[in-house]
Nanobody, 115 residues
Framework: QVQLVESGGGLVQAGGSLRLSCAAS????????MGWYRQVPGGQRVFVAR???????DYVDTVKGRFTISRDNNKNTAYLQMNSLKPEDTAVYYC?????????WGQGTQVTVSS
């Protein structure tokens, strides 16, 4: 059993910044890959960023250079620093954790970027 609790979403103007947090709790005995995905109404949930360790990260091309994913292993928490936000970044953002053959999702947090 793993629970993911997200925070940090909100309304921001284009060009602004937000930092999302995802705190993992439960049966976590090691460091597992964590990531962020986003979904718009009527659309698919798509990959945004993931982190395999403190140094190994991956991003979708549309956010590369603007978003930074990081983690604090002592707190079992992942972060997504989002800078230079664009209206097309508007979506519900979901935290994701993979543990062996299991995967877990957060409840989602709304990010709205106004023009």
């Amino acid at each position: 059993q793993v629970q993911l609790v997200e925070s940090g979403g909100g309304l921001v103007q284009a060009g602004g910044s937000l930092r999302l947090s995802c705190a993992a709790s439960g049966s976590i005995s090691g460091v597992y890959p964590m990531g962020w995905y986003r979904q718009v109404p009527g659309g698919q949930r798509v990959f945004v960023a993931r982190i395999f360790s403190s140094t190994i990260t991956d991003y979708v091309d549309t956010v590369k250079g603007r978003f930074t994913i990081s983690r604090d292993n002592n707190k079992n928490t992942a972060y997504l620093q989002m800078n230079s936000l664009k209206p097309e970044d508007t979506a519900v953002y979901y935290c994701h954790l993979r543990r062996d053959m299991d995967e877990y999702w957060g409840q989602g947090t709304q990010v709205t970027v106004s023009s």
